[in-house]
T-cell receptor, first 115, second 118 residues
Framework: AQSVSQHNHHVILSEAASLELGCNYS??????LFWYVQYPGQHLQLLLK??????LVKGIKGFEAEFIKSKFSFNLRKPSVQWSDTAEYFC?????????????FGAGTRLAVHP | GAVVSQHPSRVICKSGTSVKIECRSL??????MFWYRQFPKQSLMLMAT?????????EQGVEKDKFLINHASLTLSTLTVTSAHPEDSSFYIC??????????????FGEGSWLTVV
């Protein structure tokens, strides 16, 4: 079965620190990969997505992610975080299975950025 | 980006009653819609996938008779929680996609609906 694993459940950083959140997936077919963010009290928003092409994907708010097919990974990075990046981050895989699309989410990583 | 709207955003119902949550794609036709639930401090759990005009596909462990999904049009899907119980209290989120194929499909999320069963 498809699954998504996020290695860090809680991350605490100071402002201007660099961020890398790990995401590994388990699925043998064609995948589309997503990172979503959920700010406190708000709904999910798409940060970035990978469908094909350049494996280094740039998203909104200075985030980027790199798809490494051989490692089944899609890690999220940001060179310098801000306090406003405090949120929960979800990695997701869009797998086409049994005739249907499914979005499978990781458990999420709570990021707290201190001023 | 495209907009997906859920209604109501918050609902409180009595135990034993049924409650309906609507999910609308406002500016695109959604051939596929997904329903998730999110328990506090946990990730989203896919409940079911529905394609317009056909029956929903439920994930393992989700009671199809309890969580009725109707995707009657390309812009509307409804989730009805029947005979609700306090353990059904959760945050329900819908999402919608524009195609059935995995390539080029982007999923858009609704704002979510808080259900409290008292």
């Amino acid at each position: 079965a498809q699954s998504v694993s996020q290695h860090n459940h809680h991350v605490i950083l100071s402002e201007a620190a660099s961020l890398e959140l790990g995401c590994n997936y388990s699925y043998g077919g064609t995948v589309n990969l997503f990172w979503y963010v959920q700010y406190p009290g708000q709904h999910l928003q798409l940060l970035l997505k990978y469908f094909s092409g350049d494996p280094l994907v740039k998203g909104i708010k200075g985030f980027e992610a790199e798809f490494i097919k051989s490692k089944f990974s899609f890690n999220l990075r940001k060179p310098s975080v801000q306090w406003s990046d405090t949120a929960e981050y979800f990695c997701a895989v869009n797998a086409f299975s049994g005739g249907y699309n499914k979005l499978i989410f990781g458990a999420g990583t709570r990021l707290a950025v201190h001023p | 980006g495209a907009v997906v709207s859920q209604h109501p955003s918050r609902v409180i119902c009595k135990s034993g009653t049924s409650v309906k949550i609507e999910c609308r794609s406002l500016d695109f036709q959604a051939t596929t819609m997904f329903w998730y639930r999110q328990f506090p401090k946990q990730s989203l759990m896919l409940m079911a996938t529905s394609n317009e005009g056909s029956k929903a596909t439920y994930e393992q462990g989700v009671e199809k008779d309890k969580f009725l999904i109707n995707h009657a049009s390309l812009t509307l899907s409804t989730l009805t929680v029947t005979s609700a119980h306090p353990e059904d209290s959760s945050f329900y989120i819908c999402s919608a996609g524009q195609g059935a194929s995995s390539s080029g499909n982007t999923i858009y999320f609704g704002e979510g609906s808080w259900l409290t069963v008292v």
